[in-house]
């Protein structure tokens, strides 16, 4: 019989509920066919947020609920991709609690910075979240930013458009200038559904954008996910910049945010290499 693994799961790779939007529940179905057995359980002492497409959770005072899932091997490696183990979100050994009793399980925890300026979703549960009590959103603090970093970001912000480069299945580079905006520490584009960087996307998250000025670069390496819930709040930041209505646009349909896990730059604007969680904490 094949070895199963313990998994705590609490957002988009849970069981969905009778009346789920499949979207929350969307990387289930990825799982599903790896899973040999499943039951409720729940977190202590981690704090769930809500990062509008999917959930992010960190260690503090709360409980987070969801799904103790036994899970082949190739479903730990599935889910691996998935979380983007070990750049992005982090897998750990934790204690979880089921209705049998303690369990020593897998949990992916969310990388620092991620979380900043998010609203917690205070049941700690994902697939019930409008249900919890709202929350508000702690912020950065402008007064300890880099001003380098902040001029830096505010260059790539502003520029007409930037190279994005993603993976092809087959591992050969995607290059393509896009249009993009940055809001709340990171960058969107909004690209047609099929387009290739979108196929690429959904096979392997890692993608960057780099500022045209080859003689002053500045590039951010990052992890693209899906946000059609920001598209509202994105209008009029595209309107403003490219006199674009992307809510109108029925060809570009599909929201990419950047969430930031590096920035490199060199040249006359400042030199250095900072980590994501000092860049999301950029808001411009």
């Known amino acids: 019989m094949a070895r199963t693994v313990p998994v705590f799961v609490y957002g988009t790779l849970r069981l969905p509920l009778p009346n789920t939007p499949p979207h929350d529940c969307r990387y289930y179905f990825e799982i599903e066919p790896h899973i040999k ?26 409980t987070v609920r969801g799904d103790l899932l036994h899970v082949r091997q190739v479903g730990l490696d599935v ?18 609690y089921t209705g049998n009793g303690p369990v020593r399980a897998w949990v992916y925890w969310a990388p620092r910075g991620l979380t900043t300026g998010r609203p917690v979703i ?3 549960d994902w697939l019930q979240r409008d249900q919890a009590v709202a929350a508000q959103p702690q912020g950065p603090a402008p007064e300890n930013m880099d001003p380098v970093l ?19 299945p087959n591992g050969h580079v995607h290059c393509v200038p896009v249009w993009h905006v940055w809001h709340k520490g990171r960058a969107y584009v909004v690209t047609p559904s099929g387009s290739v960087k979108m196929k690429n996307l959904r096979a392997n998250p890692s993608v960057s954008l780099a500022h045209q000025d080859p003689l002053n670069p500045v590039i951010l390496e990052g992890w693209g996910t899906t946000a059609p819930h920001i598209k509202t709040e994105l209008q009029p930041l595209f309107k403003e910049k490219y006199d674009w209505d992307i809510l109108t646009d029925s060809e570009y349909d599909m929201v990419v945010e950047i969430i930031p896990l590096k920035l490199l730059a060199w040249g006359k604007y400042g030199e250095g290499r900072w980590p994501g969680e000092a860049v999301m904490q950029v808001s411009l």
């Open 37 to 62: 057995s499943a039951e409720p359980a729940h977190l202590p002492q981690t704090v769930l947020f809500d990062m509008g497409a999917y959930p992010a959770a960190a260690r503090g005072q709360g």
């Open 150 to 168: 902040r001029h830096l970001v505010r260059r790539l912000a502003v520029a007409e458009c930037s190279w994005m480069s993603t993976v092809r």
């Open 79 to 96: 889910m691996d991709q998935i979380e983007g183990h070990p750049d992005f979100f982090r897998r750990e050994k934790v204690q979880v």
């Open 122 to 124: 205070s049941n700690g």
